[in-house]
């Protein structure tokens, strides 16, 4: 393009350009060698510098781990539940026999791999059976005795079983309908139980109705009336006679802290004279009712009794709230309410509070509480793992999300509690280590020095870079392509 | 974790996800679900366990590490350099003093007097004082009183005292607790003294203060900032920002108001903390009317009404939580009770009370109507002096207030009168049918039992104009002249210098005041004490004769304000101007609020008066204003344009730099022709260029070349 003539009407310009003396080889090098440490500076001290301080820390996380976790391949729980046989009329070849074959169908008619139901036939107790044992989940009494039935203890986890003299099975036999009559017993007593850890596993349907486990609940008792009276209500003597019993025998699992109050010119959320179910669940005034929610870590169940002119359009007077509590509509215009008015209302709240407490509906109470324990267990089990792989999931979908150190340390803790729990489960350390790896796993999801960083718009990143980069970086780009051009010109020529 | 959420959030959020499930499952009811109209899908695990949808409200008080100093008074003005003697932080115990509890036999005007005459015996009680102030002021006195016995309280049965402020208390070991909201200032100097001496009031915004039960400081740390986090939420007010720069644990100003054991009191820690910035709203007054038995639907409080109250001219809503055991008597000692007293004064004004909330806008009135003082010289048809009171103050409760009384709280003892006025007695005052009046004997107050069921209507009618003798006395109670007149503000000059005055004047004739003064300044004001400085009306004296004793506790940057204590005597009818000096540091960046122009405030002072006590209520006291202190504020775009500047230097120096080293110089004549005709002539050819690819094909190009 230079070679170009110049037009005729350039004549005048300046006459004779002198071509600039060749360059030094040297001078060229000198130039090659100055891009190339700037550049080599940029991309050796600068890049790194930037990166360094820049970078958010993330501390990393055994994603795998904790997918597996959350996935149930890291551990398969199985709850072992040992089931006592106690065959004191039968010969020892016919018990074991017979525990043999239940053992048998049992295996057959299994299908739910949590749960691995071991029979054992033990010696003859001349005294009572001693029902504390405690591995032992169950056990049963063999006792002669027509029809063939089986009948629960209503306190002791003893099952009775009739059997007709002719049923067990000889020491050689290989069937009998005793065994399987048992085995069916057996299975069908655990099917509830069955059912509650079924529904957690399949995750879309979490328990409505039930609280989340704590170790503490605060019951709170509340009178609430649409005037200005009833104001007094006889709440501690109705409490120790009615629900006590039923709080004493929880103990092992849960604490209770009970707190009552009265409260007057309450309006409900509803005020028609007729509720309908559909007002059910607005009935509850949040904005104006003093139902504070928990304090201290530990949840709040609310039973209220309500005091006012309001029916239920069915027969009955109360409802459950699911994971809230409960409502009882009492018609009571005596001051103060006595006693014998509450026992209806309390014994409603103590029913209501054992399926709050996720208590299954069926059995004698010694299986419900062990159900109940091992339900919870079970439910803190899935709580911490999902929630591990809902860490893992997060940390993968947000890259610019930090991770502190003590994230990582909340998820090795959680994982090993997890360990301790599924190799224990069933028993009481089980519980506990599942319960601190769900404490662990919660701690570590809701950090919160992991959002500082989340919301930096990258407009702020463009107005502290753009300033910097544009002048310095321009000159350093030319003078490389440059070079290239010059370095590429060379080698052809 | 304990996660403290204010309750109406937490109860709205919650109710979505139980309504969504709520199922009727009574053993007596048929099994049957109910659907939610909003019920919504699932939310995934990931969406509904957002980090960033959890709201924390958590704050971190800073542990104290520095030790406590207190400045010998003498040994600061004597010796040359100063000499710090640490103090050593025993309170000292209290004797449980239940003068509160006294019976006043004495009838002052005070709305205090006048309802302490009850007895602890009844669980609850309320009682409205209305008192007619100077300048078309209302001061109402509402006040709340109800009881739990300790036994009960312990057990968690709660009868008349709330819940949840109860369990709060327990959870949060606190033995005595006092809050406090206030908005605006109490003009000492046409009102007279403040009601109950002062002792319901606090500093704008919000206050409080609470004796913790705990062991160490660092255990009495952790209470407080639970009790902060809780009653943030019980209160809707941002409590929780109560952190450690803003609490202190003052010395000489509190003492307990309850009768705590002697054994107990030993290991109790006052903590004190001022949020200034606080505004106090109807969001505050709602949870407060939930803690009354009667809710504000009948009684006393169902004239309570947020438009009215924050729009006074001076209001103080205070919550007292104390223990009180009665007097020992020959059959022993009778059981503890726990007392929790409500109370809201306000100064109401009452033109604007009276204006039609359609018509608000206030208007001149006609020139007959105007109040005028007849006294002065110049007092004539075409001049007007505004007169001192007022006149002839009219209104109504209904009118004042919006709202008429409903009745009586059937809870409230019967023996107290709920409402009591308190003007001459020779003044007119219209109820509706079914009350009974009262007269007090001393001329100055009445009292009326109203009728339970009936709505209650008090009129207090304009005094007839023509009658020569109306004067202020006949017309309003002439309120007592309070033991101290305080005021307080800023001086100094530019945005480093600030100074703070603080005029202190004792209007008696005969006896001195002795009080405690105390200061809670945020640490960006750094205080010189070397500045501290005392003059008695106008004149430097010597400065022991007023300051008694300092105790001081420097602020720590970001950790802790400054603690300054004084207990002052100021001799008969001498003003004090205590003036010191402060330094205004330079924030953060991230440490300016948004709106950082406007300023920031600083708490009000608190005057604790300790002598004379003439048989009042011990802990009277009063709080300055609050101030507001104008910080050197940057510019916020600041940090862009740092950026901006510094890129641009770097890239002058860097590109000069580079050009040197990168390219060759040669003579003018020897490099490449730089002149508008050859760029010219270069664009002419390059368009060519361009033309010749895309018009007629390469044919011609390639001619040419």
């Known amino acids: 393009m230079s070679s170009d003539a110049p037009p005729s009407t350039a004549v005048s310009a300046a006459p004779s350009r002198k071509e600039p003396p060749p360059e030094e080889p040297h001078d060229v090098r000198r130039r090659s060698y100055v891009i190339l440490s700037f550049w080599l500076i940029v991309l050796l001290l600068g890049l790194p510098i930037w990166w360094h301080t820049t970078a958010i820390y993330r501390a990393s996380l055994p994603l795998d781990e904790m997918g597996e976790w959350a996935d149930w391949k890291a551990c398969r729980p199985v709850f072992p539940l040992r089931i006592a046989v106690q065959a004191s009329t039968m010969q020892d070849g016919e018990g074991q026999n017979l525990v043999k074959l239940t053992q048998h169908a049992l295996d057959d008619l299994n299908d739910f791999s949590w749960h691995h139901l071991r029979l054992d036939l033990i010696p003859p107790v001349p005294v009572e059976p001693h029902a504390a044992e405690a591995d032992v989940a169950l056990t049963i009494r063999l006792i002669p005795g027509e029809p063939m039935e089986a009948t629960l203890h209503p306190h002791l986890p003893i099952l009775d079983i009739k059997y007709p003299p002719n049923s067990p099975p000889t020491p050689s036999s290989s069937s009998s309908p005793l065994a399987t009559f048992i085995a069916r017993e057996l299975r069908s007593k655990f099917a509830e139980e069955r059912a509650i850890i079924s529904a957690l596993l399949s995750k879309e349907l979490r328990p409505a109705r039930s609280m989340q486990y704590s170790p503490t609940y605060h019951l709170t008792f509340s009178l609430f009336t649409s005037g200005s009276t009833p104001n007094t209500w006889e709440i501690e003597n109705a409490i120790s006679e009615y629900m006590r019993p039923v709080l004493d025998i929880l103990r092992p699992i849960h604490n209770f802290t009970i707190d009552t109050q009265v409260q007057l010119y309450a309006t409900p959320g509803v005020q028609s004279q007729s509720l309908e179910k559909e007002d059910l669940a607005s009935f509850i005034n949040a904005a104006e009712w003093p139902l504070s929610p928990s304090i201290a870590g530990a949840p709040t169940i609310n039973f209220v009794v309500y005091i006012g002119n309001q029916t239920i359009g069915t027969s009955s007077k109360s409802w459950m709230i699911p994971q809230w509590g409960s409502v009882y509509l009492l018609d009571s215009q005596e001051n103060p309410v006595g006693v014998d008015e509450l026992k209806q209302p309390l014994l409603t709240f103590t029913s209501h509070l054992l399926s709050l407490l996720g208590t299954p509906e069926s059995g004698s109470l010694p299986l419900k509480l062990s159900t109940l324990s091992r339900v919870r267990s079970a439910d803190l089990l899935l709580r911490a793992s999902s929630t591990l792989g809902s860490l893992a999931r997060l940390s993968l979908a947000l890259p610019s999300i930090s991770i502190p150190s003590s994230v990582a340390d909340g998820v090795s803790k959680t994982m090993k509690e997890l360990e301790l729990a599924c190799q224990n489960l069933g028993n009481v350390q089980g519980l506990e280590h599942a319960r601190i790896a769900e404490q662990e796993a919660e701690k570590a999801f809701f950090e919160k020095s992991m959002v500082g960083q989340l919301y930096f718009p990258d407009e702020h990143k463009i107005a502290v870079y753009l300033p910097l980069l544009g002048p310095v970086g321009v000159p350093l780009i030319i003078g490389l392509i440059n070079e290239l051009k010059l370095w590429r010109k060379a080698r052809k020529g | 974790m304990p996660f403290l959420v204010p309750p109406e959030l937490h109860c709205l959020a919650r109710r979505g996800e139980e309504l969504a499930q709520l199922s009727s499952t009574s053993p007596d009811l048929e099994q049957s679900k109910l659907s939610h109209p909003n019920e919504t899908p699932p939310l995934s695990e990931f969406t509904s366990k957002n980090p960033a949808n959890r709201k924390r409200g958590r704050a971190s008080i800073n542990g104290r590490t520095t030790a406590t100093m207190r400045f010998s008074i003498s040994r600061l003005l004597t010796a040359a350099s100063i000499i710090f003697t640490p103090l050593l932080l025993q309170s000292s115990p209290v004797s449980a003093s239940s003068s509160s509890q006294e019976p006043a036999l004495s009838q002052s005007s005070q709305p205090a007097s006048a309802s302490t005459v009850i007895s602890s015996d009844s669980e609850?009680?309320?009682?409205?004082?209305?008192?007619?102030?100077?300048?078309?002021?209302?001061?109402?006195?509402?006040?709340?009183?109800?009881?739990?016995?300790?036994?009960?309280?312990?057990?968690?049965?709660?009868?008349?005292?709330?819940?949840?402020?109860?369990?709060?208390?327990?959870?949060?070991?606190?033995?005595?607790?006092?809050?406090?909201?206030?908005?605006?200032?109490?003009?000492?100097?046409?009102?007279?003294?403040?009601?109950?001496?002062?002792?319901?009031?606090?500093?704008?915004?919000?206050?409080?203060?609470?004796?913790?039960?705990?062991?160490?400081?660092?255990?009495?740390?952790?209470?407080?900032?639970?009790?902060?986090?809780?009653?943030?939420?019980?209160?809707?007010?941002?409590?929780?920002?109560?952190?450690?720069?803003?609490?202190?644990?003052?010395?000489?100003?509190?003492?307990?108001?309850?009768?705590?054991?002697?054994?107990?009191?030993?290991?109790?820690?006052?903590?004190?903390?001022?949020?200034?910035?606080?505004?106090?709203?109807?969001?505050?007054?709602?949870?407060?009317?939930?803690?009354?038995?009667?809710?504000?639907?009948?009684?006393?409080?169902?004239?309570?009404?947020?438009?009215?109250?924050?729009?006074?001219?001076?209001?103080?809503?205070?919550?007292?939580?104390?223990?009180?055991?009665?007097?020992?008597?020959?059959?022993?000692?009778?059981?503890?009770?726990?007392?929790?007293?409500?109370?809201?004064?306000?100064?109401?004004?009452?033109?604007?009370?009276?204006?039609?909330?359609?018509?608000?806008?206030?208007?001149?009135?006609?020139?007959?109507?105007?109040?005028?003082?007849?006294?002065?010289?110049?007092?004539?048809?075409?001049?007007?002096?505004?007169?001192?009171?007022?006149?002839?103050?009219?209104?109504?409760?209904?009118?004042?207030?919006?709202?008429?009384?409903?009745?009586?709280?059937?809870?409230?003892?019967?023996?107290?009168?709920?409402?009591?006025?308190?003007?001459?007695?020779?003044?007119?005052?219209?109820?509706?049918?079914?009350?009974?009046?009262?007269?007090?004997?001393?001329?100055?107050?009445?009292?009326?039992?109203?009728?339970?069921?009936?709505?209650?209507?008090?009129?207090?009618?304009?005094?007839?104009?023509?009658?020569?003798?109306?004067?202020?006395?006949?017309?309003?109670?002439?309120?007592?002249?309070?033991?101290?007149?305080?005021?307080?503000?800023?001086?100094?000059?530019?945005?480093?210098?600030?100074?703070?005055?603080?005029?202190?004047?004792?209007?008696?004739?005969?006896?001195?005041?002795?009080?405690?003064?105390?200061?809670?300044?945020?640490?960006?004001?750094?205080?010189?004490?070397?500045?501290?400085?005392?003059?008695?009306?106008?004149?430097?004296?010597?400065?022991?004769?007023?300051?008694?004793?300092?105790?001081?506790?420097?602020?720590?940057?970001?950790?802790?304000?400054?603690?300054?204590?004084?207990?002052?005597?100021?001799?008969?009818?001498?003003?004090?101007?205590?003036?010191?000096?402060?330094?205004?540091?330079?924030?953060?960046?991230?440490?300016?609020?948004?709106?950082?122009?406007?300023?920031?405030?600083?708490?009000?002072?608190?005057?604790?008066?300790?002598?004379?006590?003439?048989?009042?209520?011990?802990?009277?006291?009063?709080?300055?204003?609050?101030?507001?202190?104008?910080?050197?504020?940057?510019?916020?775009?600041?940090?862009?344009?740092?950026?901006?500047?510094?890129?641009?230097?770097?890239?002058?120096?860097?590109?000069?730099?580079?050009?040197?080293?990168?390219?060759?110089?040669?003579?003018?004549?020897?490099?490449?022709?730089?002149?508008?005709?050859?760029?010219?002539?270069?664009?002419?050819?390059?368009?060519?260029?361009?033309?010749?690819?895309?018009?007629?094909?390469?044919?011609?190009?390639?001619?040419?070349?």
């Open chain 2, 124 to 705: 609850y009680h309320e009682q409205l004082v209305l008192r007619p102030l100077p300048q078309s002021a209302l001061l109402a006195s509402f006040n709340f009183r109800s009881n739990i016995s300790v036994s009960a309280f312990e057990a968690q049965n709660f009868r008349f005292f709330p819940r949840s402020l109860g369990q709060i208390l327990q959870y949060a070991g606190t033995r005595e607790l006092h809050l406090r909201f206030a908005l605006g200032r109490w003009d000492a100097e046409s009102w007279g003294s403040r009601p109950w001496d002062g002792a319901r009031e606090g500093g704008t915004g919000v206050e409080l203060w609470a004796w913790l039960d705990a062991e160490t400081d660092e255990e009495a740390d952790q209470k407080w900032l639970i009790l902060t986090n809780a009653l943030s939420g019980l209160f809707c007010a941002s409590l929780n920002f109560i952190d450690g720069t803003r609490t202190t644990r003052p010395v000489m100003s509190f003492q307990p108001e309850g009768d705590h054991p002697n054994s107990t009191i030993a290991n109790t820690h006052l903590l004190h903390g001022t949020l200034p910035h606080e505004v106090v709203c109807t969001e505050n007054l709602t949870p407060f009317l939930k803690l009354l038995p009667c809710k504000g639907k009948t009684g006393i409080s169902s004239l309570l009404n947020g438009h009215k109250l924050f729009d006074a001219t001076w209001q103080s809503m205070a919550i007292d939580v104390r223990p009180v055991c009665p007097r020992e008597t020959e059959e022993g000692r009778g059981e503890c009770v726990l007392e929790i007293e409500q109370t809201i004064d306000m100064v109401l004004d009452v033109d604007r009370s009276k204006r039609p909330r359609g018509n608000p806008i206030p208007r001149p009135p006609p020139a007959q109507d105007l109040k005028c003082d007849p006294s002065k010289e110049y007092d004539s048809d075409n001049a007007c002096f505004p007169a001192d009171y007022a006149l002839g103050q009219d209104w109504s409760l209904t009118q004042i207030f919006g709202k008429t009384l409903k009745g009586t709280c059937p809870l409230t003892d019967p023996n107290i009168p709920p409402v009591c006025i308190q003007v001459p007695n020779s003044r007119h005052i219209f109820t509706s049918l079914g009350n009974k009046e009262v007269k007090d004997p001393s001329g100055n107050s009445r009292c009326y039992y109203l009728d339970p069921e009936g709505s209650f209507e008090m009129v207090l009618p304009p005094m007839s104009k023509d009658g020569a003798q109306h004067t202020a006395e006949s017309e309003l109670v002439k309120g007592e002249t309070p033991l101290l007149y305080a005021e307080r503000s800023f001086m100094g000059h530019g945005q480093e210098r600030g100074g703070v005055q603080a005029i202190l004047r004792n209007p008696s004739w005969d006896t001195e005041v002795e009080f405690v003064y105390m200061e809670s300044l945020p640490w960006f004001m750094r205080v010189y004490l070397h500045t501290l400085e005392a003059r008695i009306n106008g004149q430097k004296t010597s400065y022991d004769s007023v300051v008694k004793e300092i105790y001081y506790r420097p602020a720590v940057d970001r950790a802790r304000g400054t603690q300054l204590e004084l207990r002052m005597v100021i001799p008969p009818a001498s003003t004090v101007f205590l003036t010191y000096d402060f330094e205004k540091s330079i924030l953060r960046y991230t440490e300016y609020p948004p709106d950082a122009n406007r300023g920031f405030d600083v708490a009000a002072s608190i005057i604790t008066i300790r002598s004379p006590s003439n048989g009042k209520r011990v802990p009277a006291g009063m709080r300055t204003t609050s101030l507001l202190l104008n910080l050197p504020t940057p510019d916020f775009s600041m940090p862009y344009n740092v950026i901006i500047f510094t890129s641009t230097a770097i890239a002058l120096a860097f590109g000069g730099m580079f050009n040197i080293l990168v390219r060759r110089f040669v003579a003018a004549d020897e490099g490449p022709e730089v002149s508008v005709k050859r760029m010219r002539n270069k664009a002419v050819a390059l368009g060519r260029k361009v033309a010749a690819k895309f018009g007629r094909g390469g044919k011609e190009e390639g001619k040419k070349e």
